[in-house]
């Protein structure tokens, strides 16, 4: 290679490794032939390895049948067989694919598509969102959490906090030109739905607020207070977009983590990527169309004093296809101290958890690299 065309290489690679901010959208349309620096994890986080006394093993890639939830069937004869499957699915797994859940298919094609054309305006036209806030109702941009990630990952975001969604409304994009109506109809069955796996959990964890009788006071009374604070709850849309990439054994679009909220309904196209801890294996979910993966988050977990779990999980890429997902995050009001819940709590069941709240958790995000389940960790008591 000529000292000419060696700078220029040079200079090309420096140009790459300086934009990273800019997502791996950008990387991906500036032709790179190979994932750079910033994006390599270390040997033993990479997609196919683990570690046994410190040396790297590979394990071979399978899927994972989660519990399947046919919503519809809450409603009907079978409901006790149903709850008990739910019970079971967020006791054993924190995961579970819901299935005949009363979204309308056009909804949910609609939302990806939308997403889709999102990320595939130019670059000058997302990176208006771009910004560190985490406070901000729109926010777009890439990785997990850029001002504190050691090594970047495969994945460019654009997030939308949904309430009240007449505040937030008019910061969210304006395009495309169908982008907030058809972002805002999303959120709005999602919450919905939300509420009524809610009502489900509740009863399954022993707490009936869906079928309880309104004439009762007291208990009652506060159960409907509780299911009120969940109807005025957070809702935060993450809209992910992982592109081809050229390395794949190498990065991940998202490391090992687990959901801050109360429950995640996450919507996948048709291209495979989330994996989840099982048994200290990692396996990959098979996507259903038009179903959610519904899982646990540590809001869940805490409330329930640790019956229901907060599982690790984390989203591989591939060098053929790229691949979108819908995350819908709900839990509490933001200014709501999350805590076991006083009805499961007794003698025999103490707290397991400190009390916490969301400015402690963004206080964990400005202070820590949030992966391996890290904040769930620090409000365990023992």
């Known amino acids: 290679m000529s000292p000419a065309l060696a700078k220029s290489s040079e200079k090309l690679k420096n140009e790459i490794e300086d934009n990273y901010h800019k997502g791996v959208k950008y990387l991906h349309e500036s032709g790179i032939q190979k994932v750079p620096k910033k994006y390599i994890f270390p040997i033993s986080e990479r ?35 149903v709850l008990d499957s739910l019970s079971y699915a967020c006791e054993n797994y924190g995961f579970f694919q819901l299935i005949n859940h009363g979204i309308p298919e056009e909804v949910i094609k609609s939302m990806v598509d939308v997403g889709g054309r999102f990320f595939d305006l130019p670059l000058v036209e997302r990176e208006k969102y771009m910004t560190t806030d985490m406070t901000t109702p729109v926010r777009y941009g890439t990785s997990f959490n850029q001002t504190k990630d050691g090594v970047f990952c495969w994945r460019d975001f654009l997030k939308l906090v949904c309430d009240p969604l007449p505040q937030v409304l008019p910061h969210w994009p304006s395009s495309p030109s169908d982008f907030r109506e058809m972002a805002v109809t999303y959120s709005k069955e999602t919450k919905i739905l939300f509420i009524k796996l809610v009502e489900a959990i509740l009863e399954s964890l022993g707490i009936n607020v869906a079928t309880k009788n309104k004439t009762q006071q007291n208990d009652d009374d506060d159960d409907d207070e509780m299911l009120k604070e969940f109807e005025d709850g957070s809702q935060l849309m993450a809209v992910n977009f992982y592109p081809p990439c050229p390395n794949p054994d190498l990065t991940l679009g998202m490391p090992p983590h687990s959901d801050y909220g109360f429950l995640t309904l996450l919507l996948q196209d048709e291209v495979e990527g989330l994996q989840v801890k099982c048994n200290d294996d990692w396996v990959t979910i098979q996507p259903i169309p038009n179903a959610f993966v519904v899982n646990v988050g540590d809001h869940l977990e805490i409330f329930s004093n640790g019956k229901y779990k907060s599982v690790l999980h984390r989203v591989l890429v591939n060098s053929l296809k790229s691949r979108i997902s819908v995350a819908s995050l709900h839990s509490l009001p933001f200014n709501s101290i999350i805590k076991p819940s006083p009805k499961l709590i007794s003698e025999a069941n103490p707290s397991l958890y400190k009390d916490t709240n969301f400015a402690a958790f963004l206080e964990y995000l400005k202070s820590c690299d949030s992966t391996n389940k890290s904040f769930l960790e620090t409000r365990k008591l023992t």
């Open 47 to 81: 997609p196919n390895s683990y570690t046994i006394n410190g040396n790297p093993q590979v394990t071979s890639k399978h899927n994972l049948k989660l519990p399947i939830i046919d919503f519809a069937q809450l409603y009907g004869p079978n409901r006790a067989q």
